[in-house]
T-cell receptor, first 116, second 109 residues
Framework: EPEVTQTPSHQVTQMGQEVILRCVPI?????FYWYRQILGQKVEFLVS????????KSEIFDDQFSVERPDGSNFTLKIRSTKLEDSAMYFC??????????????FGEGSRLTVL | RKEVEQDPGPFNVPEGATVAFNCTYS??????FFWYRQDCRKEPKLLMS???SGNEDGRFTAQLNRASQYISLLIRDSKLSDSATYLC??????????FGTGTQLKVEL
């Protein structure tokens, strides 16, 4: 069964360091997303991406965050200068069509980021 | 009022019980509604979409009440494997799925 894969599964970093989280979406999917979940809190939308452009982003997704699809398979989330409050599980997701149509996002298993 | 609100629970129910969760939303322009399931420390997975006329999938029934701006999920004959957090999700005009905080269900022997 096709799946979304994420690396690394866990990353520990020092405050102020740059972090890149990587995702390989399902191959025929066109829409890509990043969500985060701080421990014990809700799954929060960060950004959606389509046709090599950000289609929507949340207030959380400030100038410290960026996304890129550097090649035909990877979708990355970069945090330029990490803060303690960036510690969370980051989920990548993809969908075949707009989420409004089917609602089915396929999530990866997540990358846990710990900022010290 | 929060965009999406859910009672966090936990709902502790015995095996075989019927349990229902509600989710209220603030934006009357919300278009599509879904229930996701999230197991502990795992990724969310789609459980079912919620249609205006209500819909059923085995032991699960979802309903939408646009007038009162809530959706519901009913689980009949609860099983131990139903223990999880149930996330309400909805979309507005853009390509974004917004989740509630989730309702935790614990099914016990």
């Amino acid at each position: 069964e096709p799946e979304v894969t994420q690396t690394p599964s866990h990353q520990v970093t020092q405050m102020g360091q740059e972090v890149i989280l990587r995702c390989v979406p399902i191959s025929n999917h066109l829409y890509f997303y990043w969500y985060r979940q701080i421990l014990g809190q809700k799954v929060e939308f960060l950004v959606s991406f389509y046709n090599n452009e950000i289609s929507e982003k949340s207030e959380i997704f400030d100038d410290q965050f960026s996304v890129e699809r550097p090649d035909g398979s990877n979708f990355t989330l970069k945090i330029r200068s990490t803060k303690l409050e960036d510690s969370a599980m980051y989920f990548c997701a993809s969908s075949e069509s707009r989420v409004t149509n089917t609602g089915e996002l396929f999530f990866g298993e997540g990358s846990r980021l710990t900022v010290l | 009022r929060k965009e999406v609100e859910q009672d966090p629970g936990p709902f502790n129910v015995p095996e075989g019980a019927t349990v229902a969760f509600n989710c209220t939303y603030s934006n009357s322009a919300s278009q599509s509604f879904f229930w996701y399931r999230q197991d502990c420390r795992k990724e969310p997975k789609l459980l079912m979409s919620v249609y205006s006329s209500g819909n059923e999938d085995g032991r699960f029934t979802a309903q939408l009440n646009r007038a009162s701006q809530y959706i519901s999920l009913l689980i009949r004959d609860s099983k131990l494997s139903d223990s999880a957090t149930y996330l309400c999700g909805l979309t507005g005009g853009g390509n974004k799925l917004t989740f509630g905080t989730g309702t935790q269900l614990k099914v016990e022997l």
